[in-house]
C-alpha cells in the first residue's frame, strides 16, 4: 500500500519528527515546513493529499497560510487551534479549513480525523452515481462538486459540499447535529465540538435566504438542523 | 447626536453658559445705571457753565429780536434754529400769556417752568427739567426796553440728551449679543472636556486605540496637556495590556508544546510495547490530560484577571448557549449513568461574549454533573425575572459545609480532595464562571438544596424590543 502523502506546517520540529513516526505505521507519509512561507510553497505543490496546518505560526499566521492556500488550491486542510481560542478555529473553517483539533491533540485523533477527510475527498470522486440535485433555486453537481444557485456559482468548500448534499438528500427533514457531524465531516461528533455549527452557519450565510427572506436552514434546538423546503413555514 | 452630547455635558456647559451670561448682563446693567447717574449728575454742571451761558445768549438775542423787530423777526430767527437742531421756542410776557404761535397746552414741563419763573420775577436765573433724557431750559429776561419775558425752551440736541447706548432696545440687545458670545466661550471650554470624556469611555469600553489629541486641533491650554496626558496614559496601558496579551500567548504555546509532543511520544511508546505497560501509559496520557486541561484553564482564569481579554457586546441568546451546553453535558453523564435535566428554559438575551459565556454554562454544569450522585440528574433552568437572566443548575450531590459556600469560586479550592481528583476536576471551572459573570456585570452564588447543591448565575438581559416580544409568544421548548 502506497503511503497517502500529509504535509505538517508546524514550526516544532521535534513534534514533526515523534509524528512523522507515529504516522509510517499508520500508512501516511508526513513531510514537514516549519514556517508559513515555506509551507504555503510546499502545499501548493498539490503532491500532498491533506495538508495539516498549525495556526500558530512564526512570521506569517497559519490562518495567512490558509487564505494565500485557498486562493490557488482547494487541497484538504486540518487546522491545528490553540485550545480555547474559538476565533481561531471559527476563521479558519470560515477560510475554508476542512476541519480542525485543538493542540494538543492525541494523534489517534489526528489519524482519525485525516481519514475522514481522506475518505471524503477520495471517496467522493468514486462513490457511486449521483445525479445532479435540485431543490428550489440551488442546484447540486456532485460529479464536479459545484454548486449554483439562482444560476450563479457558489464557492463551498469541501466540508460545506458535503453539508449541503446531506441537506438536500434530506430536505425537510429535521437531522441530527450527530448525523450532520458523520455525513459532513466523516467522523463522529466528539462532546463541546461546535464545528458543524460553523460550518452551517457558513453555509447558510454563504447561500442566503429563499426569496422573500423565507429561513433556509433552521436550528431545531436540542435535535439538530432542518433544511427547510420553499414555502415551508419554520 | 449634537443634542445628546450636549444635555450629556448639561451640566458643566449650561453651568458656565449661564454664570457667564449673567456676569456679562449684570456688568452691562451696572454700567447702565452708572452712566445714567453720572449724566444726571452732570447735566446741572453743564447747564450752569458754558452750556448754560450760551443757551442765554441765545435767548437774550432772541428777547432782542423781539424787541426791536417785531414778532415776525423773532418768528424767523426761532424757526431757523427749530429746523437746524429741533429746538423748540416758547415765548411769554411776564404774566405768563404766550407770545409765540406754538400750542403750550399739556405740555407739563414747560407749564411749571414758567410758573417757577414767574414766581422769581427779579432774578435772573435759569431754570431747568429734565425729564425723560428731554431737556426744558427757561430764564426770565428784561428786554433792553425794559419789558420783561419769558423765555423756555425745548431740547432735542443729542449732545445735551441722555447718550445713546442708554436706551432700552440697546440695553436688550447688547445682553443677547453678550449671550451668543457666552454661548459660543461656553462651548469652546466645554467641547474638549466631551471631547475627553468620550474617549475615556472608549478606552474604557476597551478601544485602546482612542487618542484625544487628533481631535483637539492646535488647541495648547490646559485642557489640551490633560488630554496629551490622558493620550500617554493611553498609550502606556495599550503597551501593557497587549505585552500581557503576548506573554499569555506565549506561556499558551511554550507550556503546551512539550505536552503535544508528549502525547505523540506515548502513543509510539504504545504502539512498541506489550500488554504490561498499558496502565502506567493510560496513566500518563490521564495526567498529561489533566496537565492540558490545567493549563488551558489557568491560561483562561490569568487572561480573565488580567483584563487582557476584552468582553465584546454581542448580543447572546443564553437559551441557545445553555442547550447546546445540556447536549454536551448530556453526552458526557450518560456512561457515568447520570442525567442532565432541563427545567426551565426561556428566552434570554444578554450582551457579551458567547464563548466566555458557554465556558461560565460549562463549568457550572460539568460541576453539577460531576458531583451529582449516580441516577440523579442536573438539574438546568434558565428563566428571566425582571431585567436579569437567571440561570440555576442543581446537583444531587453531597452539597458544600455551609460555611465554605463562599469559598467554592477561590481557584484551587476543594471541598473534598479525594472527591474532585476521582472525577478529574482541575478546581478552576467555578473561580472561571465567577470571573466571567462578574465581567458581564452578573453575580453568581451557590446555596445548599438538601439534597445538593444549588449554583444560580445571574446576568442583566440586554434591552431590546426582541427580548420583550419572544418572552410574551413562548415557544414550546424541546428537552
Not at chain 1, 437531522?175 to 467522523?187: H, M, P, V
Not at chain 2, 417752568?113 to 431750559?137: A, C, D, M
Not at chain 2, 509532543?261 to 496502565?279: F, I, W
Request: hydrophobic share 40%.
Amino acid at each position: 500500500m502506497v503511503p497517502v502523502p500529509v504535509l505538517l506546517i508546524d514550526d516544532d520540529t521535534e513534534l514533526g519528527k515523534l509524528l512523522e513516526e507515529y504516522l509510517q505505521s499508520e500508512q501516511l507519509h508526513l513531510d514537514t515546513a516549519h514556517d508559513g512561507p515555506s509551507g504555503l510553497e510546499k502545499a501548493l505543490s498539490s503532491q500532498y493529499a491533506v495538508v495539516v496546518l498549525d495556526v500558530m505560526l512564526p512570521g506569517m499566521s497559519g490562518l495567512d497560510v490558509l487564505k494565500q492556500l485557498r486562493l490557488k488550491s482547494s487541497v484538504p486542510v486540518l487546522m491545528l487551534t490553540a485550545r480555547g481560542s474559538e476565533l481561531d478555529r471559527i476563521l479558519g473553517l470560515e477560510l475554508g479549513a476542512d476541519d480542525y483539533l485543538p493542540k494538543p491533540f492525541n494523534p489517534r485523533e489526528l489519524v482519525a480525523r485525516l481519514r475522514a477527510i481522506l475518505r471524503r475527498t477520495t471517496g467522493a470522486a468514486t462513490a457511486g452515481p449521483s445525479g445532479p440535485v435540485r431543490l428550489a433555486d440551488v442546484e447540486l453537481h456532485p460529479e464536479s462538486r459545484s454548486v449554483m444557485r439562482s444560476g450563479e456559482s457558489v464557492t463551498l468548500t469541501g466540508a460545506e459540499f458535503d453539508l449541503l448534499h446531506t441537506f438536500l438528500r434530506s430536505a425537510g427533514k429535521i437531522i441530527s447535529r450527530e448525523d450532520l457531524t458523520q455525513a459532513a465531516l466523516g467522523r463522529p461528533m466528539s462532546p463541546v465540538d461546535r464545528s458543524i455549527d460553523v460550518h452551517v452557519s457558513n453555509l447558510r450565510r454563504k447561500l442566503g435566504p429563499y426569496e422573500g427572506e423565507q429561513e433556509r436552514i433552521k436550528a431545531i434546538r436540542g435535535s439538530g438542523y432542518v433544511y427547510l423546503l420553499p414555502g415551508e413555514q419554520p | 447626536m449634537r443634542i445628546g452630547k450636549f444635555f450629556l455635558f448639561r451640566s458643566l456647559f449650561l453651568k458656565i453658559f449661564f454664570s457667564f451670561w449673567l456676569a456679562a448682563a449684570a456688568i452691562i446693567g451696572a454700567l447702565t445705571l452708572m452712566a445714567r447717574f453720572s449724566y444726571s449728575e452732570s447735566m446741572p454742571e453743564r447747564l450752569r457753565g458754558s452750556v448754560g451761558e450760551g443757551l442765554a445768549l441765545y435767548a437774550e438775542t432772541a428777547v432782542q429780536i423781539y424787541d426791536h423787530d417785531g414778532p415776525r423777526a423773532f418768528a424767523d430767527f426761532v424757526h431757523r434754529s427749530y429746523v437746524e437742531s429741533g429746538t423748540q421756542v416758547f415765548f411769554f410776557d411776564a404774566s405768563g400769556n404766550p407770545l409765540s404761535n406754538i400750542d403750550v397746552h399739556g405740555d407739563e414741563d414747560v407749564a411749571s417752568l414758567v410758573s417757577q419763573i414767574q414766581q422769581h420775577p427779579q432774578s435772573q436765573e435759569r431754570f431747568y427739567h429734565l425729564n425723560l433724557g428731554k431737556l426744558t431750559w427757561g430764564k426770565g429776561i428784561i428786554a433792553s426796553s425794559g419789558r420783561r419775558f419769558i423765555f423756555v425752551m425745548h431740547f432735542h440736541s443729542p449732545s445735551l440728551g441722555p447718550p445713546v447706548f442708554l436706551s432700552p432696545l440697546r440695553i436688550i440687545v447688547s445682553i443677547l449679543i453678550a449671550g451668543l458670545v457666552c454661548y459660543l466661550l461656553a462651548l469652546y471650554l466645554t467641547s474638549p472636556v466631551e471631547k475627553l470624556q468620550s474617549m475615556v469611555k472608549s478606552l474604557a469600553e476597551g478601544n485602546l486605540n482612542a487618542r484625544v489629541a487628533p481631535q483637539l486641533g492646535r488647541r495648547s491650554d490646559e485642557l489640551a496637556v490633560l488630554g496629551h496626558e490622558f493620550d500617554q496614559m493611553a498609550e502606556r496601558i495599550a503597551a501593557l495590556i497587549s505585552s500581557q496579551k503576548r506573554l499569555l500567548a506565549d506561556i499558551s504555546h511554550e507550556l503546551r508544546s512539550p505536552l503535544a509532543r508528549l502525547s505523540v511520544a506515548l502513543e509510539l511508546a504504545r504502539k512498541n510495547s506489550d500488554g504490561k505497560a498499558v496502565p502506567a501509559l493510560d496513566r500518563i496520557e490521564q495526567e498529561g490530560e489533566r496537565l492540558n486541561k490545567l493549563v488551558g484553564q489557568l491560561l483562561a482564569l490569568t487572561r480573565l484577571e488580567s483584563g487582557a481579554e476584552r468582553i465584546p457586546a454581542d448580543i447572546v441568546p443564553l437559551e441557545e448557549l445553555v442547550q447546546q451546553v445540556v447536549d454536551d453535558a448530556k453526552f458526557e453523564a450518560r456512561p457515568l449513568h447520570k442525567e442532565v435535566k432541563v427545567m426551565v428554559l426561556e428566552h434570554c438575551r444578554v450582551r457579551g461574549s458567547s464563548e466566555l459565556l458557554r465556558s461560565a454554562v460549562e463549568n457550572v454544569v460539568r460541576n453539577a454533573v460531576r458531583y451529582t450522585v449516580e441516577n440523579t440528574a442536573a438539574e438546568v433552568s434558565l428563566q428571566w425575572k425582571l431585567d436579569t437572566a437567571v440561570f440555576s443548575v442543581r446537583d444531587y450531590g453531597p452539597g458544600v459545609p455551609g460555611d465554605e459556600l463562599e469559598n467554592i469560586f477561590q481557584p484551587f479550592y476543594r471541598v473534598s480532595e479525594a472527591r474532585e481528583r476521582s472525577s478529574g476536576g482541575t478546581g478552576l471551572g467555578l473561580s472561571i464562571a465567577e470571573r466571567t459573570v462578574t465581567l458581564h456585570g452578573g453575580s453568581i452564588r451557590a446555596q445548599n438544596a438538601n439534597p445538593g447543591l444549588i449554583v444560580v448565575i445571574e446576568i442583566p438581559l440586554t434591552p431590546s424590543p426582541e427580548h420583550k416580544i419572544a418572552s410574551h409568544s413562548q415557544r414550546p421548548v424541546s428537552v
